[in-house]
């Protein structure tokens, strides 16, 4: 076949069946397993604790992708995060996977038990994910978890 827009050249193949073959082929041969624990995700898990002890870290203890976090901030809309993050130079989504590109609740939590008012932050880690990108999320999260508790503490103040 001939693409339209090039005369004589051949259709490319969609991304998404150019790039899954490789990646089928290493799972294959020893390739870090899809399901379980993970240090990157781990480590992620760890600093969202700590940075926001209150935080939900959702799927904690079920089977889980090993590269994939998803979690969410008490008063803190997922969009608003995201935007903060992506200032900071951190790229994650707002709400799950078969969500993406949708604002508003996520259907995910709501089955999940966890009502409407829980907008949550997905952090995907790949194979180039390195030291430099998680010290970046922890940087930006503690950005975000002190506007947090400034925002807090002058809510307080104010209706004292």
Do not use: W
Not at 54 to 80: H, Y
């Amino acid at each position: 076949g001939r693409r339209t827009s090039a005369p004589g050249a051949a259709p490319k193949p969609p991304p998404a069946l150019a790039g899954g073959g490789p990646g089928a082929r290493g799972a294959g041969r020893g390739g870090r397993p899809i399901v379980g624990g993970g240090p990157p995700r781990d480590e992620i898990e760890a600093i969202v604790k700590v940075l926001v002890p209150d935080a939900e870290i959702f799927g904690t203890g079920a089977p889980r992708l090993a590269n994939t976090t998803f979690f969410a901030i008490a008063g803190v809309k997922a969009e608003t995060a995201q935007i903060a993050f992506d200032l900071a130079g951190v790229a994650l989504s707002a709400g799950s996977a078969c969500s993406s590109g949708k604002v508003g609740p996520s259907h995910v939590l709501k089955a999940m038990g966890y009502g409407d008012s829980l907008g949550a932050l997905r952090v995907s880690i790949g194979s180039a994910t390195g030291a430099e990108d998680i010290e970046l999320f922890r940087t930006a999260l503690a950005g975000i978890a002190a506007r947090q508790t400034a925002r807090e503490k002058a809510d307080r103040d104010q209706a004292a």
